[in-house]
Structures are given as structure tokens and as C-alpha cells.
């Protein structure tokens, strides 16, 4: 990891490179359980690939998928969540706290006026234009990292989240193949053998190929029930409160 913090920056690690390497992981680990020799040429293989621009291509790649991903999403959803999160019809935040947001964006955003609700109601689409103009200021007006760590790991989480679901059949068929693997591994090297002798004087192999098979099996469960839709959606509601919270830190 520490090659890649000279090459990029942790947005791009975290939210485009880390869900690539979380669907590979299966078949690493495996990789390394049952040829050792394999970790020590991993950080070579790392670098190489920085060298000759793979890792950029990867990232370029993820990022692209990811952005097509998500129009397809906020269609389905009716909008994007920081845009649904201000209107008056949405019920994710209390009244309240919805009318403190639009009095401090008002008094922020030159010439900005945000539709009261009848007019929202009677033009959706030109009062969600005026959403997006006060989220597109929200997100340049948090910029800084240090001054609001919430909006930039929640917007991290949520990139990581819409990524990894990019992939997510990717992901499934490399960890069923895996299993796969590691259950051939383990019947042909240690359970054909003359069991459990021969396991107990390789007790540290097998242990390592039982664990790399069972950590295949999670993430065959974790692609195939858990990485979805609304895995993402939660991801970005979590951001868009924390971006539409900026009105309250000023």
C-alpha cells in the first residue's frame, strides 16, 4: 500500500483501486496459501504495474464504470440523494431541519432561491435544478479534508460502495472459483492422503488453505446477498446528510 500512496491519492485508493483489490482477494489469498513463494514477488508485481500505467488504467476504468453505475442509479432512485435529500417532499430529514439548510443556502449561494413546495410540486425538474446548483456549491464549499472529515469519508464510502457494485459479478465468479480451488486443493493434497496423519504433520499448510477457502465462501455470500443496490444507496444517503450537514458547522 505504501507504493501506491506515492503514485495516488487516497480517494483514488480508497473508492477505485481497494474495490478492484477486494474482488481479487479470493483468488490472492488462495494464491498465497498454497504457493508462499507467490507474497514475495506481490509488491514487484504492484510497482510494475504502476510503472506501465496499469494501476492508472484500473483507476481510470473503475471511475468510468462507476459514473455510468451511477446515472442508471439515480434514475432509479428518482434523483441523487444529496439533490431528493432538499426537496420539501422528502422525508429523510425533519421539516425543520430542511428549512435552517435552505435559509443557510439562501443566505450563501448568490442569487440562489430554492422553490418553496407548491412550486416544487408543480415543477420538479426545474426545482431540482436549483437542488443541484446548492448541492454543486455544498461539495465545493467542503473541499477541505481536514475542516470536514465527514463529507470527504462519507463521500469515500460511498464511491467505494457504488465501485465495488460495479463489479460485483466479477467479484462473485472469482470467489466461487476460489472455492472451487481450494476445496480441489484440499481433497487432492491433504484429505486424499492417509488422513489425518498426514494433516497433522502439515497442520500450518492445511490450517492456511482452510482459512483461504473459508474467507472464498464469505465473499461469495458477501457479492451475492450483500453488495447491492440498497448496500449502495445506503452508502450515498449517509453522504448526502453529511454534505447537506455543512449547513450547520457555519
Known amino acids: 500500500m505504501d507504493v501506491l500512496e506515492k503514485y495516488f491519492d487516497h480517494y483514488v485508493i480508497n473508492a477505485r483501486l481497494k474495490p478492484a483489490f477486494f474482488v481479487v482477494m479470493p483468488l490472492a489469498i488462495t494464491t498465497i496459501a498454497w504457493c508462499p513463494e507467490a507474497q514475495r514477488i506481490g509488491g514487484v ?9 496499469v494501476m492508472a488504467f484500473l483507476s481510470n476504468l473503475v471511475s468510468n464504470s462507476g ?25 429523510t430529514l425533519d421539516s425543520h431541519t430542511k428549512k435552517r439548510y435552505h435559509r443557510w443556502l439562501e443566505a450563501r449561494v448568490p442569487d440562489l432561491e430554492l422553490p418553496d413546495a407548491s412550486m416544487e410540486l408543480n415543477t420538479v425538474d426545474d426545482a431540482d435544478e436549483v437542488y443541484i446548483s446548492a448541492t454543486n456549491f455544498l461539495r465545493e464549499f467542503s473541499r477541505d479534508k481536514t475542516k470536514y472529515p465527514m463529507v470527504y469519508s462519507d463521500n469515500v464510502a460511498y464511491g467505494f460502495s457504488r465501485n465495488l457494485l460495479v463489479m460485483r459479478w466479477l467479484g462473485f465468479g472469482i470467489s466461487f472459483i476460489s472455492v472451487m480451488l481450494n476445496l480441489g486443493f484440499l481433497y487432492f493434497g491433504y484429505f486424499g492422503q492417509s488422513y489425518p496423519n498426514y494433516i497433522q504433520a502439515n497442520t500450518a499448510e492445511f490450517l492456511f488453505g482452510l482459512g483461504a477457502m473459508c474467507t472464498s465462501i464469505l465473499l461469495v455470500v458477501l457479492f451475492a446477498f450483500f453488495v447491492n443496490k440498497s448496500y449502495v444507496h445506503g452508502r450515498a444517503i449517509r453522504y448526502a446528510k453529511s454534505l447537506v450537514a455543512v449547513c450547520d458547522r457555519e
Open 45 to 53: 508485481i504492484i510497482a510494475f504495474m504502476i510503472t506501465f500505467g
Open 67 to 91: 459514473n455510468e453505475l451511477q446515472l442508471r442509479l439515480f434514475k432509479l432512485w428518482g434523483g441523487a440523494p444529496s439533490t431528493m435529500i432538499l426537496r420539501h417532499a422528502d422525508t
